[in-house]
């Protein structure tokens, strides 16, 4: 997204400057530091011309990108599924930004106002490939951040007399220390890299970083091969960036990797022998210092000399411990409807996770006389298996859906125990295959319970989505039970009703938290005439409709009759894929029976309804359900019309709400005269903060336990 700063009129870039400039910032669990670096870009963007910010992430597992979100929402998101180091998440930032400069920021880095602008001007009248500023702690104080090219000489004197020492005596130190020269702008050989621009002439010409390094000397490397190409590096002191600290100084792992990185460095700049030689001033260095200093500097020089004594080729990157997930779905994600909260939370944390969802394993065996299409529903479940493990979308590589062959009967333990092995044996050759390890296990569907309790794992969440026990066509007492075992041993219990919490809050207690649905923002977008399906077009006005499951469990087919009865002048249009006989609609010309449609579709479709509809059967079910497809409807800015069910209660300002099937019938007509409550916009605005992505951070959060909220639970 681009934005143009209007602080004051640009008068410092010079006429030829119109590209556009993006700020990248690489993260990895920079919640504590981001919001800061952030509030500072706008200052630091005045007069730098037309900008963008993107945040490449590192596959936090904290809440920088819920952060993000609340500080900046307009700024573009890279998420990486792992940790692929700095290289790899300003590589990943440049591609990001085609036809850019780039300006490339650790999230620790506070920008000074007009910096941004001043790196330009110094790039574009020096004719340089890169610009740095002039770095400063908090307190103002200088940092010594400009460097001369590594040499085995300077490494040897630095090891004898000390780096600081030898930055003070003429050039004879690698670190410019003398702080007058940080007065002038001038070329310099290579900077330090917590803020630096780069022309899209030098990305052009020298290309991506080397991420073989990883975190340490990229930058390094990439400066110098800049300067080999005639697009050397400039400092620009009238530029200023507040460094927050580098945590090589106190991290053992870190301050290694860099020690080991100087002299892989210089093996690739100037050969093995000359490599061999930086390897062993480099030992010198830390040898002769790992037993002077604090413990935690004396700590790092241990393991710096550690790894140079055993170093590898190349560093092995260090793992973000960010989790695999492993869920057990309540849908069938190839046939059922695809907006569950299991498929829409689980499609997002595979932006930055691997992902395998277990599509549903059921809660009883359908059987001629008790299920309706018995027929059909074991055909296709039967397909679902044949699909094997699937990744079913080409933009989210990370999530993966396997159809296990289930054992659905649940009615005595010795069943339960048989379909409970059988399903974990399938389950682990899968997880096994896709490299899954002691995963986050996330159970929506209560037969689960007997196949996860065994399961390794990070954690155990229960998405309390519906109340199964009250499905009559299962075993309510095995349900009972198993969702009893389910709510007694599950890290995390997150609830959608806010009733059922609290009367489950006994059993639960801090345990449980209310999560509500979200909405596919984007996706339901009001379509405009011209766009609808001409099945739907074809159908005369007003209509009024439901999409969704026609399931005679949920959706109250008598009021629909009554609906069809009493409206005659009312097109009643139901589109979904109905589970048992719809023969009883078949006598009223103004219904409309579309079947089956697929999820991409549904917005489409959508959009030509003047009312919509949520007729459900007075249930425990429904008493406890909160239907996703209510902020469905609101975000294509229907009316909405519905029976009862307790969370319902927190919309009343923009739905109507029916107590009996006499004012249902009411109040589509109401709303159908254009007497229901809000406009368009203001009912999609009431969802716009409901977003599956939000959802999914907060989710993560709390499965992941970075979630800081102040809570405790109490042992």
């Known amino acids: 997204m681009y934005y143009e700063r209007v602080d004051k009129p640009v008068e410092q870039l010079p006429n030829t400057i119109t590209r556009p400039i993006a700020l990248v910032i690489v993260t990895f669990n920079s919640a504590k530091v981001i919001e800061g670096c952030l509030a500072a870009l706008p200052s630091a963007l005045r007069d730098a011309g037309k900008s963008r910010v993107i945040i490449v992430d590192n596959a936090s597992t904290d809440e920088t990108l819920a952060r993000v979100a609340a500080a900046m929402p307009s700024a573009d998101i890279v998420r990486r599924r792992e940790n692929g180091g700095f290289a790899a998440g300003v590589n990943d930032g440049f591609k990001a930004a085609p036809g850019c400069d780039i300006v490339v920021l650790n ?115 990439y400066m110098l091969r800049a300067a080999d190409a005639g697009l050397g590096v400039y400092y620009e002191p009238r530029a200023v960036a507040v460094h927050l600290g580098g945590e090589s100084q106190t991290s053992a792992p870190l301050a290694a990797l860099l020690a080991a990185n100087r002299v892989r460095l210089h093996r690739e700049r100037r050969g093995r022998v000359a490599g061999a030689f930086m390897w062993l001033a480099v030992v010198c260095n830390e040898g002769l210092r790992v037993f002077h200093g604090s413990t935690v500097t004396k700590t790092c020089r241990r393991a710096a000399l550690r790894e140079l004594l055993t170093m590898r080729a190349w560093p092995k990157p260090v793992t973000s411990d960010a989790p695999s997930y492993l869920c ?145 066509e299962a075993d309510q007492t095995a349900m009972r039970s198993l969702e009893h075992g389910l709510l007694s041993n599950a890290d995390h219990v997150l609830y959608v009703s806010r009733a059922l919490q609290n009367d489950e809050r006994h059993l639960v207690g801090c345990r449980g938290r209310f999560l509500d649905h979200g909405v596919d923002i984007e996706h339901f977008r009001r379509r405009q005439q011209h766009e609808l399906p001409a099945d739907l077009a074809a159908i005369p006005r007003p209509r009024v409709g439901f999409f969704g499951s026609l399931d005679d469990y949920l959706v109250d087919f008598e009021l629909l009759e009554k609906v069809a009865a009493e409206l005659p002048d009312v097109s009643l249009v139901l589109i979904g894929d109905a589970t048992c006989s719809m023969d009883r609609f078949h006598k009223y010309p103004n219904v409309f029976l579309l079947g089956f449609r697929p999820y991409e579709q549904i917005p489409a479709y959508g959009s030509g309804f003047d009312v919509a509809l949520m007729p459900w059967v007075n249930s425990d079910w429904i008493r406890y359900a909160n239907p996703i497809k209510l902020k469905e409807y609101l975000a294509l800015g229907l009316p909405v019309v519905t029976t009862h069910f307790l969370e319902a209660s927190g919309w009343k300002e923009v739905i109507r709400v029916a107590a009996d099937h006499a004012e249902f019938v009411k109040l589509i007509g109401d709303s159908v005269a254009g007497r229901g409550p809000g406009t368009p916009e203001i009912r999609r605005q009431a969802v716009l903060t409901a977003s599956w992505s939000s959802r999914a951070a907060e989710f993560m959060a709390i499965a992941e336990g970075t979630l800081v909220d102040g809570t405790k639970c109490a042992e």
């Open 107 to 221: 999230p620790d880095i506070r920008l000074a106002a007009g910096s941004v602008a001043a790196l330009r001007v110094a790039a574009k009248t020096s004719g340089a490939g890169i610009a740095v500023p002039k770095l400063v702690d908090t307190d103002g104080e200088l940092l010594t951040s400009l460097h001369r090219r590594p040499t085995v000489a300077r490494a040897f004197i630095e090891a004898f007399i000390g780096g600081t020492r030898a930055s003070r005596i003429g050039s004879l130190g690698a670190t410019i220390g003398g702080l007058d020269e940080y007065e002038l702008s001038k070329f310099i050989d290579w900077a330090s890299g917590a803020a630096w621009l780069v022309t899209r002439e030098c990305i052009d010409t020298v290309g991506l970083l080397d991420e073989r390094y990883f975190l340490y000397s990229e930058e390094t490397e």
């Open 328 to 472: 057990f779905a309540a849908q069938d994600w190839w046939y059922h409807n695809r907006a569950h909260s299991d498929f829409q939370l689980m499609r997002r944390v595979a932006e930055q996770r691997t992902v395998l969802v277990v599509n549903s394993i059921g809660m009883r065996m359908p059987l001629p006389g008790r299920s309706t299409q018995f027929a059909r529903r074991i055909l296709r479940k039967a397909r679902s298996i044949a699909m094997l493990v699937r990744r079913p979308l080409p933009d989210v590589p990370g999530l993966y859906v396997m159809s296990p062959i289930p054992f659905p009967f649940y009615s005595r333990a010795w069943q339960r125990w048989i379909g409970a092995r059988l399903i974990h044996a399938q389950v682990r050759i899968a997880c096994l295959a896709l490299k899954i390890r002691a995963p986050v296990v996330v159970v929506t569907i209560p037969t689960a319970w007997d196949v996860v309790r065994s399961i390794r794992k990070r954690s155990l969440v229960y998405n309390r989505s519906d109340l199964h026990s009250a499905f009559r």
